[in-house]
């Protein structure tokens, strides 16, 4: 079975297909990979795109955005999971250092709230 095209290809295509000269620097961002679920500095790449998008009024492109069809696929995650995922997760015992270096055993529990203590 052969290799899916990246979706930042993948959308990168469908734009051209649309013969929109407006879209160069749209398309060029797409391919790097600026509206990607994985490979952005974006919080949100995909709400960028969008806004994008509408400002020049290719509300049909939108919505198909907004439909998913440009969203990471499952082999996407997991790649980036690899890369950088999972050094962004902590281990209990990490966790439990964490919050005992800051002066906060882990066993304890916080304190319970009491209507009408805050003023």
Avoid at 17 to 37: M, S
Wanted: hydrophobic share 35%; glycine share 6%.
């Amino acid at each position: 079975m052969a290799a899916q095209e990246p979706t930042k290809e993948r959308l990168a295509r469908e734009l051209e297909k649309l013969n929109d000269p407006r879209l160069k620097e749209i398309i060029a961002r797409a391919r790097v990979g600026k509206y990607d679920d994985y490979e952005t500095d974006v919080a949100a790449p995909q709400m960028l795109l969008v806004t994008e998008l509408r400002k020049l009024g290719l509300n049909d492109f939108v919505q198909r955005v907004i439909d998913g069809e440009f969203d990471g696929t499952k082999e996407e995650a997991e790649a980036w999971y690899e890369r950088e995922g999972k050094h962004l997760l902590l281990s209990d015992e990490e966790v439990r250092t964490l919050f005992e270096s800051k002066g906060k055993p882990s066993a304890q529990k916080p304190p319970k709230f009491k209507w009408g203590s805050i003023k």
